[in-house]
């Protein structure tokens, strides 16, 4: 089960609306998939998201990188995950989406060689997982047309992004509110408060008594005094995503009482890092989201068996192969807001 060779594969996708969020509008996403060929002839395979906003990451910068990660891991045995691991974490600040895509290829070709599927070996927890979906920036309109579709398509949990213009973005989680009352909202900022900003936005949600269960990165990602401010006054969940890739930005996080929710992605923190993040969390008594770049139906899977198999989360924001075209589950179903690790018979 040793490496011999690694193929890199760029997949451009289209979104079918698009993504706005605070100060950015993204209308398709490139992805990287990664196939890790083993000399008994199993194939692992893994995909990255790569994000420049988040990670720092450039497509091009990642596909060159393909030569000095062979040199690294080949030879190296699948069997031993932990070593490949480890040398992909030296990878952690340049390309965490790749990193996530090699160690994911990995514990593929390790689940095809053991015969068990890869939410077992995280853990096996549980076999499915409920998502929410979401709603961009937009229009008050557009924005009660969005939740009402998302309701329909039964989701019991909308996340709405915020972040650009406070009044409004009160205007429109409010309206969302009065109208849906039986749904749950996460309202996520995406670093585009500041602290006095968001704790004026929680106080009003909370005034009106919106059903918000989660204040995602309300400030900037290196105010952690803001975040730890926000966190203090305002009375809703306050939780971090931007600000936490690696174990070290949850440790640091933790210990200075900055937050009550981490949202996990594999593709800023790959699968070392989230698995550390996972046991850092629940020594500290904080709570955790799973969320997402833009991944296919097949790097959507990479999350949902992880979070199955850890049964880690609360909440699970997996939706970016439903807002992307032509891009279903792979090595997952889906009913309505059910993710389920194994399909019917299998
Ligand atoms: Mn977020």
């Not at 076999?127 to 039964?154: P, R």
């Not at 409004?168 to 109208?179: G, N």
Request: proline share 3%; with cysteine; net charge negative.
């Amino acid at each position: 089960m040793k490496i011999v060779d690694l193929q890199f594969e760029e997949s451009v996708s289209t979104y079918i609306k698009p993504l706005h969020i605070a100060n950015e509008i993204a209308a398709e996403a490139t992805n990287i998939r990664v196939s890790l060929l083993t000399d008994s002839g199993i194939t692992g395979k893994g995909e990255a998201s790569p994000s420049f906003r988040v990670n720092g990451e450039s497509v091009p910068a990642l596909m060159a990188l393909r030569a000095q990660i062979l040199e690294e891991v080949k030879g190296m045995s699948v069997l031993s995950y932990m070593l490949i691991f480890d040398v992909m974490d030296r990878f952690s600040s340049s390309s965490s989406s790749l990193k996530l895509a090699i160690q994911y290829a990995v514990v593929d070709a390790f689940c095809q060689h053991t015969g068990i599927k890869p939410y077992q070996f995280f853990g096996g927890r549980k076999e499915y997982v409920e998502t929410d979906k979401t709603v961009s920036i937009g229009s008050l309109e557009e924005t009660i047309a969005d939740v009402e579709a998302i309701v329909s398509e039964g989701f019991n949990v909308v996340k709405m992004k915020v972040g650009e213009d406070l009044q409004r973005d009160i205007e429109r989680v409010v309206s969302v509110s009065d109208r849906f009352r039986n749904i749950s909202l996460i309202v996520d900022a995406n670093t585009g408060y500041t602290a006095k900003e968001a704790v004026f936005f929680a106080d009003a949600l909370y005034r009106e008594r919106c059903p918000v269960v989660l204040l995602e990165q309300p400030v900037p990602v290196h105010d952690l005094d803001g975040l730890k401010l926000v966190r203090q006054k305002a009375q809703l969940p306050v939780g971090a995503d931007e600000c936490v890739r690696t174990r070290y930005d949850a440790f640091r996080l933790v210990k200075n009482d900055c937050v009550d929710f981490i949202n996990v992605k594999l593709m800023k923190s790959g699968l070392s890092d989230a698995l550390a993040i996972i046991e850092i969390a629940r020594s500290a008594n904080i709570s955790l989201m799973i969320g997402c770049m833009c991944e296919s139906g097949y790097g959507i899977s990479q999350s949902v068996h992880f979070a199955a198999g850890t049964g880690a989360f609360v909440y699970h924001d997996l939706d970016s192969h439903m807002l992307l075209r032509n891009t279903g589950p792979v090595g997952f179903d889906q009913r309505g807001a059910k993710l389920f690790v194994t399909g019917p018979g299998s």
